[in-house]
Nanobody
Framework: QVQVVESGGGLVQAGTSLRLSCAAS????????MGWFRQAPGKEREFVAA??????????DYADSVKGRFTISRDNAKNTVYLQMNSLKPEDTAVYYC????????????????WGQGTQVTVSS
């Protein structure tokens, strides 16, 4: 199965942008649904975005809190999934995790098989 490593986190001001990357190992990356989740201190891990594997229909989904501001995409040639985060808010501050699921699309974290170590995103007001 794949392994994933996130990068791109940092400290930014509200209203600015960041792009997170998640590099995956393995030759079967395109067959995995990929998701981004986040966890703020004292809170449960929550769904952010997901992108389906390369079968029909191709599907992306977002949490309501990030819809219109965040964009998930994948480049199967580079075994990488991205999370473009625009108009960042202080409430977006969290550790962001990339996850892979060998099955069909899901927004439930307990259905993902593989997790990265996380990357910290801090948005100052």
């Amino acid at each position: 199965q794949v392994q994933v490593v996130e990068s791109g986190g940092g400290l930014v001001q509200a209203g600015t942008s960041l792009r997170l990357s998640c590099a995956a190992s393995g030759r079967t990356f395109s067959s995995y649904t990929m998701g981004w989740f986040r966890q703020a201190p004292g809170k449960e891990r929550e769904f952010v975005a997901a992108i389906s594997r390369n079968d029909s229909p191709y599907y992306v989904d977002y949490a309501d809190s990030v819809k219109g501001r965040f964009t998930i995409s994948r480049d199967n040639a580079k075994n990488t999934v991205y999370l473009q985060m625009n108009s960042l808010k202080p409430e977006d501050t969290a550790v962001y995790y990339c996850a892979a699921r060998s099955g069909y699309y899901s927004r439930f974290y307990n259905q993902y098989d593989v997790w990265g170590q996380g990357t910290q995103v801090t948005v100052s007001s």
